[in-house]
């Protein structure tokens, strides 16, 4: 049996009855406050009574970690090599909101046997079971290992600021997503989040001179999903590694960070996106790292 059959043999098993939303949240460059929405998002998304997961895939930073200060025991290596079930490598961070570490196991997803591929994909489908929304925080910037999740997202929130080199690297990351093989601008939807803004119109008008450029030169999905004012309870809340939304829950950020959630909702409501859920989003992954063809 070759591995393609054996993977279309593996969604014969029975499956959860929804597939989770997967939400790729990632940036052109670091330090415009990805986690930070990633993070922020997911409180509000659980206030709002939605059972939300963040897988952070930011393997070299782990700023999920950073931001709930909290280090996991486990990571998605203890899954491929280690025979974990899913549930035990989930840790939590404030607010009880569940995450989990890829680590350095999405390193070796260009390397793994077919059993492997198996396992992963069987364990990936029970996160179908736990969350209604799985945030996926990704790497900064255009290499590799980010693309690839960038890639095989149906839904990708760019966060992205008013400064000149974040804008330009907003563009380059969408350039290098439209060039890469199999990116269908029809099943792929991009929100533009305008962070660190100093007042509503700013952040506007960095979505709207990011999408001058991309309607010249690019064919992209892409849409505001919202702005984040710049706010000094933001910088105290990281400074203390707590979310905002939980340490501040009446700021300005903390009320932006909630009118993300519901646009987010709100954009859910009149029904689902395509999603086949975290198993189907890694095995597009592992299709793109050529683990599985034909």
């Known amino acids: 049996m070759d591995q393609a059959q054996h993977l279309r043999n593996i969604f014969?098993?029975?499956?959860?009855?929804?597939?989770?939303?997967?939400?790729?949240?990632?940036?052109?460059?670091?330090?415009?406050?990805?986690?930070?929405?990633?993070?922020?998002?997911?409180?509000?998304?659980?206030?709002?009574?939605?059972?939300?997961?963040?897988?952070?895939?930011?393997?070299?930073?782990?700023?999920?970690?950073?931001?709930?200060?909290?280090?996991p025991k486990y990571n998605?290596?203890?899954?491929?090599?280690?025979?974990?079930a899913i549930r035990d490598i989930i840790s939590y961070g404030q607010g009880d909101i569940p995450f989990i570490s890829g680590g350095s196991g999405i390193l070796g997803?260009?390397?793994?046997?077919?059993?492997?591929?198996?396992?992963?994909?069987?364990?990936?489908?029970?996160?179908?079971?736990l969350a209604d929304i799985i945030i996926i925080d990704t790497g900064a910037g255009i290499s590799d290992a980010v693309?690839?999740?960038?890639?095989?997202?149906?839904?990708?929130?760019?966060v992205t600021t008013?400064?000149?080199?974040?804008?330009?690297?907003?563009?380059?990351?969408?350039?290098?997503?439209c060039a890469r093989p199999g990116y269908d601008r029809n099943s792929t939807a991009i929100k533009v989040v305008a962070n660190k803004a100093l007042?509503?119109?700013?952040?506007?008008?960095?979505?709207?001179r990011l999408r001058t450029v991309t309607d010249r030169f690019l064919n992209v999905n892409m849409e505001l999903l919202g702005v984040v004012l710049s706010d000094p309870a933001l910088e105290k809340a990281v400074m203390q590694q707590v979310p905002v939304s939980l340490s501040s829950p009446n700021a300005r950020s903390s009320?932006?960070?909630?009118?993300?959630?519901?646009?987010l909702t709100g954009d859910h409501a009149h029904g689902r996106h395509n999603s086949s859920g975290m198993a189907g989003m890694f095995a597009r992954l592992l299709n793109r790292f050529g683990q599985i063809s034909g």
Not at 162 to 176: F, G, I, Q, R
């Open 12 to 71: 014969k098993n029975p499956m959860p009855r929804s597939a989770s939303r997967i939400i790729a949240v990632t940036s052109g460059k670091g330090g415009v406050g990805k986690s930070n929405v990633s993070v922020n998002l997911a409180v509000q998304l659980k206030k709002m009574g939605k059972r939300v997961l963040i897988f952070d895939a930011d393997f070299g930073l782990a700023n999920v970690e950073v931001m709930f200060g909290a280090i």
């Open 76 to 84: 998605l290596k203890d899954v491929i090599w280690g025979g974990m």
């Open 109 to 129: 997803l260009s390397n793994i046997s077919r059993d492997q591929i198996t396992l992963l994909l069987q364990r990936m489908a029970e996160l179908d079971e």
């Open 147 to 158: 693309m690839e999740f960038v890639s095989a997202s149906s839904e990708v929130i760019l």
């Open 162 to 177: 008013p400064e000149p080199s974040s804008l330009t690297d907003s563009y380059s990351l969408l350039k290098v997503m």
């Open 199 to 208: 007042t509503r119109e700013d952040g506007k008008n960095v979505y709207s």
């Open 255 to 263: 009320r932006d960070f909630e009118e993300l959630a519901v646009a």
